[in-house]
T-cell receptor
Framework: EPEVTQTPSHQVTQMGQEVILRCVPISNHLYFYWYRQILGQKVEFLVSFYNNEISEKSEIFDDQFSVERPDGSNFTLKIRSTKLEDSAMYFC???????????FGPGTRLLVL | GENVEQHPSTLSVQEGDSAVIKCTYSDSASNYFPWYKQELGKGPQLIIDIRSNVGEKKDQRIAVTLNKTAKHFSLHITETQPEDSAVYFCAANTGNQFYFGTGTSLTVIP
């Protein structure tokens, strides 16, 4: 069964550094999402992406965040200057055009020191 | 925006018993309600979903009910097994994003 994959599985970085989280969507999916989950809390929506542009974003997704699909396959989330409070699990999710169902990747655990 | 509340936060049941997890939502425009199971160290996995034009859906030991008037929906797991132990999240879909509940940690005691 096709799966969403994410790399790296874990990342430790220093505060102020840039990080790039990568996602490979299921091949025929057209809609892409990033969510984050701070330890012990609910999964929170960050951003949705369709047709090479952001379609919706939350208040969390400020100017420090950006997304792109650089090569037509990977979908990336960049955090420009990480803060301690960016430490969380980051999940990519994707869906096809004819269903509401979003399929989640295994997540990247980001730790900012 | 949408607000999803989920109860209980933790639930322990004996193997073979039933487990029920309840969620409420605030936005009457929400029209799709998935349930996800999250095992330790993994991403959320869809286990069942229901659309707003349906009141109940069942898939083997798992069922979901939806009351649109009251804006609540519930997950029912019957004949629970130890492998059902995980964190379960409900979600409501309004437009292009999911709003998740706070999760329920289910423990099935053998």
């Amino acid at each position: 069964e096709p799966e969403v994959t994410q790399t790296p599985s874990h990342q430790v970085t220093q505060m102020g550094q840039e990080v790039i989280l990568r996602c490979v969507p299921i091949s025929n999916h057209l809609y892409f999402y990033w969510y984050r989950q701070i330890l012990g809390q609910k999964v929170e929506f960050l951003v949705s992406f369709y047709n090479n542009e952001i379609s919706e974003k939350s208040e969390i997704f400020d100017d420090q965040f950006s997304v792109e699909r650089p090569d037509g396959s990977n979908f990336t989330l960049k955090i420009r200057s990480t803060k301690l409070e960016d430490s969380a699990m980051y999940f990519c999710a994707t869906k096809s055009g004819n269903t509401e169902t979003q399929y989640f990747g295994p997540g990247t655990r980001l730790l900012v020191l | 925006g949408e607000n999803v509340e989920q109860h209980p936060s933790t639930l322990s049941v004996q193997e073979g018993d039933s487990a029920v997890i309840k969620c409420t939502y605030s936005d009457s425009a929400s029209n799709y309600f998935p349930w996800y199971k999250q095992e330790l160290g993994k991403g959320p996995q869809l286990i069942i979903d229901i659309r707003s034009n349906v009141g109940e859906k069942k898939d083997q030991r798992i069922a979901v009910t939806l009351n649109k008037t009251a804006k609540h929906f519930s997950l029912h797991i019957t004949e629970t097994q130890p492998e059902d132990s995980a964190v379960y999240f409900c979600a409501a879909n309004t437009g292009n994003q999911f709003y998740f509940g706070t999760g329920t940690s289910l423990t099935v005691i053998p």
